[in-house]
């Protein structure tokens, strides 16, 4: 009988996260996945980063997780994405090799010590006095631990959809997993039906590349991790992606299919995403609209497979056919497989604290699509906090929660627990309320210290760190003091289409101007003479940062000074599995919601939907009583 101190069920991005943390924190891991080559496997679309999902990447990164170190030696195009847009909301995104980055995955995973791979399938939670003491197997063996991390992604009772067809499965050729649902469930927890999807591929050779719009990758591409090898970088030949639209045409096509449609006939129970609809679903929601854009995706270097984003489908293969030869440029492209959709069960956030352990079992934990969420990083940032957490609690030491004003994971954990989830939960940049602080580009500086101090980050990165975070600070105090006089500037103003000045004015105040960067007045008039301007001049990522800082200065403010009057709120602790029946004055709603969630502050209370302003009066009255 095998025995670990963490057991993970699920290879996918939650899980090699979570094993990977738990192993190199010192406890011994068991990671049970069914297939040990379909490691992180990339489902969907096979890219990494965008829209946010870029930051919760960087962040991850500055933990000590693994995603941005796999995605970087196998991206095929990276893109840093809204340029034109402030700094708060650059994503940056990598279309990746899906067949490398599976193999990365492996190999990473393979070659952490006290990591062992079990190729099998769980079938059920053992659990003793409500504390997790270990996990069933396909096989018949029992496999013992301390803590268990469920990350199954979209294969509890995974059931695929193309037109009337359905299909057992959690992915295309892959069986589902049965038994782990029905464990929890007697065990007391609370379960629902998501839906999510993907768009056919099609052959290369048969797309008639010339009449596309082509996107290329940036000139000058950045990695995800700080651990990248920039002189190496990058690894591999970048690709262009291509873009294409839908049309009348291809629309009317489409509606003949909707009567054998599942979404539409209701064979599919489950919720499907919101922010990432199938075409179907976009066609009847936004019936205005006479065409929607679609993304030629290469899946690898040698794949002659494309995928289609934005084409995602469960319509009879055969509508998919007909209407994909009525797009421009794929009037000949042969549909290698047709777009399907995915059912499976997810167990409602609620269930689950901060740290991602369950309320109800002790040293269970829940990360990923089992909690409601749709995306890789999504996924990938809850198995890195919740291996974090299993090893924390093992080795007795306080746990790791992060707050909403510290990152984006904080986000997304502190939405899941406090308003769960109904549908898959995908992040954006608007959800988080302090985003001009938790940029992408300053992950390392937020996280990177308890990446440090979990063991995840090597001390000689770290010791790197600090010392641009030295340069950084020391060269904003210099911008700020440093003053230029009109008569020696003014003319450099003209140059630049820039006002001039009457008499002096400081580095700092000059560089707020948007047609003047900050390396531009730090090397004017000799300026880079001073050691503070050098050191921002000789490392490129400080002189961004501090140009940041100083162009933002008044809005950065304004965001910390909102985050110290809420931490009254964060800071006022609720007692734990504390009886809001008693306080009589609440409102009903929000002593059911109170109890459901388990609130820890105040601050989490007030963000509960049905909880009143009136109900955190009386809480706070009780409390402070």
Request: with cysteine; aromatic share 8%.
């Amino acid at each position: 009988m095998k025995k670990f101190d963490i057991v993970v069920v699920g290879g996918g991005h939650a899980g090699i996260e979570a094993a990977s943390a738990g192993a190199r924190m010192g406890c011994s891991v068991g990671l049970i996945t069914m297939d040990r080559f379909a490691m992180a496997r990339l489902s969907c679309n096979p890219a990494i980063g965008g829209t946010a999902k870029g930051h919760l990447v960087r962040e991850i990164d500055a933990l000590g997780g693994i995603m941005g170190k796999i995605a970087d030696p196998t991206g095929i195009q990276f893109r840093m994405l809204n340029r034109s847009k402030g700094p708060a909301v650059w994503s940056l995104r990598c279309q990746s090799d899906r067949k490398l980055y599976s193999e990365e995955a492996y190999r990473v995973v393979n070659s952490t010590e006290d990591l062992e791979i079990v190729e099998d399938s769980a079938i059920g939670v053992i659990a003793e006095k409500g504390k997790v003491v270990g996990v069933k197997t396909q096989s018949g063996e029992d496999i013992l631990c301390k803590a268990l991390i469920l990350s199954s992604g979209t294969f509890l009772n995974g059931l695929m959809h193309t037109g009337l067809t359905k299909t057992v499965g959690g992915r295309f050729g892959e069986q589902p997993s049965i038994g782990i649902t029905e464990s929890l469930v007697s065990l007391g927890f609370e379960y629902g039906r998501l839906k999510t999807g993907t768009p056919p591929r099609l052959r290369k050779d048969t797309i008639n590349w010339d009449v596309l719009e082509e996107q290329p990758g940036d000139e000058n591409p950045e990695p995800f991790s700080y651990q990248t090898d920039l002189s190496k970088f990058p690894f591999l030949p970048q690709v262009s992606c291509h873009i294409t639209y839908t049309g009348k045409e291809v629309h009317k096509t489409l509606e003949k299919g909707f009567e054998f449609s599942p979404m539409f006939t209701g064979r599919i129970q489950g919720v499907g995403p919101r922010y990432c609809p199938s075409i179907e679903d976009k066609i009847v929601r936004f019936s205005d609209k006479e065409k929607h854009q679609l993304f030629l995706e290469p899946e690898g270097l040698d794949s002659d497979l494309i995928y289609l984003n934005g084409f995602s489908s469960s319509l009879p293969a055969e509508i998919q056919y007909e209407a994909l030869r009525k797009i421009k440029g794929l009037e000949n492209a042969e549909m290698v497989r047709p777009g399907y959709a995915v059912e499976y069960d997810f167990f409602p956030p609620y269930q689950v604290d901060l740290t991602l352990e369950t309320k109800l079992i002790k040293g269970l934990y829940f990360a990923g699509q089992i909690n409601g969420t749709s995306g890789y990083e999504e996924a990938a940032a809850q198995g890195l906090v919740a291996g974090i957490n299993a090893a924390l609690k093992i080795q007795g030491k306080p746990e790791f929660v992060l707050k909403r004003s510290q990152a984006y994971i904080g986000v997304l954990i502190d939405d899941l627990v406090t308003k769960s989830t109904d549908e898959p939960y995908r992040m954006f940049t608007s959800r988080a309320e302090h985003r001009l602080l938790l940029r992408q580009d300053n992950a390392d500086r937020r996280l990177m210290k308890y990446g440090f101090e979990f063991g995840l980050i090597p001390e000689e990165l770290f010791a790197k760190i600090n010392y641009r975070e030295k340069a950084i600070i020391s060269g904003i105090d210099y911008c700020r003091t440093k003053k230029y006089h009109a008569k020696e500037i003014n003319k450099f103003l003209n140059n630049t289409n820039s006002h001039e000045i009457d008499s002096t004015e400081t580095i700092s105040k000059l560089c707020k101007r948007p047609e003047i960067n900050l390396k531009q007045l730090l090397e004017f008039n000799g300026s880079m003479n001073e050691q503070a301007a050098i050191d921002l001049l000789n490392d490129k990522i400080a002189l961004n940062q501090a140009e940041i800082e100083l162009k933002y200065e008044g809005y950065i403010q304004r965001q910390y000074e909102t985050i110290a009057k809420l931490e009254r709120y964060e800071t006022t602790a609720i007692p734990l599995n504390f009886d809001f029946n008693k306080i009589k004055h609440l409102s009903t709603e929000g002593k059911s919601k109170l109890n459901k969630v388990k609130p820890r502050s105040i601050g989490q209370a007030s963000r509960i939907s049905g909880v009143t302003p009136s109900d955190i009066s009386i809480l706070l009255v009780y409390l402070k009583n």
